[in-house]
């Protein structure tokens, strides 16, 4: 106990509280200078969503007050095709201790709903319990129309490649059928021209066979009326020319089966159609002589038989 009439004094020194609090007051102000200087929308919030305060890009950006936002009232500046989606993430926050949406949000100046991203990161005390989130929403509304543009340009574009792709496709089977068919008249007509060559080399055959068989068919002729007038020597003379005739055709006869087998071949590559051979109409060559068709009839004459000798003539040997 004190004794009456003597009195205390305490003195406290607090200098050290003041310059906590000056400096506390200081980085508030620069904290708030800084924040009102960047572009974003800036808002603290509770883990539930409420809000606690909007900077005054928020106000100037939606039209509503700092007061009109707080709690949910923030929510009337979202479209509301989005809001559950935006209280869904807010929902999530706890499992993935962060906040992240995309949503359309009303700007007052020219009355429109643009896309913002909206991010907010906890802030924690000393034992890491969640005091509040801090967080910002930032206008993308032009990237995501671009990007949206740039969707229907690669999807036009993928549409235009797939279309000139499948007329490439079609030209060039269109083409490879042209060629095919090409080549099929290419081959029909250098087998009609082999056809050709061979008919005209039969015809000269025959030809020149005709003009021999009409020699020797005189031949035979005036031996045939030398042997009715029995001049037997004369006979001989003229039936020289038929044994000759019948030498060179043996000689030939190499000549007019190769020439016969490439007719042949000839028919047999250019269809049923042309197996009669290269002129499509004539008879196939005599095939008892190899020569023209009648080949055989012309050199045994039916007027060419020698007649029964008479009484008094002498046979001869031809």
Known sequence: MLDEGVAVELVLDVTDRKATEQALR??????????????QLVFRSRSSGERIWGSPQW???????????????WLDAIHPDDRAATMAAWAETKARGLFSVEHRTYRAADGTWR?????????????????????????ID???????????????????????TADL??????????????????????????ME????????????????????????????????????????????????????????????????????????ASGPGRARGGDGGSDPPDSRTGGPPGAASARRPGAGAVRPKRAGEQGHRL
């Open 26 to 39: 200081e980085s508030e102000a620069k904290l708030r200078s800084l924040v009102e200087g960047i572009p």
């Open 197 to 268: 060559a061979v008919g005209q080399l039969t015809g000269g055959i025959a030809h020149n066979f005709n003009n021999m068989l009409q020699g020797i068919v005189g031949s035979l002729d005036m031996a045939r009326r030398r042997a009715a007038e029995g001049r037997i020597a004369d006979v001989l003379r003229y039936l020289e020319p038929a044994r000759q005739f019948s030498r060179a055709g043996g000689r030939a006869d190499p000549a007019v089966a190769g020439i016969r087998a490439a007719a042949a071949a000839g028919a047999k």
């Open 115 to 139: 896309c913002l991203q909206s991010h907010a990161t906890p802030m924690r005390d000393a034992q890491g319990r969640i005091l509040e989130w801090f967080g910002t929403s930032t206008d």
């Open 59 to 73: 106000v100037s950006y939606t039209g509503l007050s700092e007061e009109a936002s707080l709690g949910l009232g």
């Open 142 to 164: 032009d990237q995501v129309r671009a990007r949206e543009v740039l969707t229907r340009g690669r999807e036009e574009l993928e549409a235009q490649v797939a279309e000139r």
């Open 169 to 194: 496709r079609h030209a060039l089977d269109s083409l490879q059928a042209e060629m095919a068919q090409r080549e099929r008249a290419e081959a029909a007509l250098r087998q009609m021209q082999k």
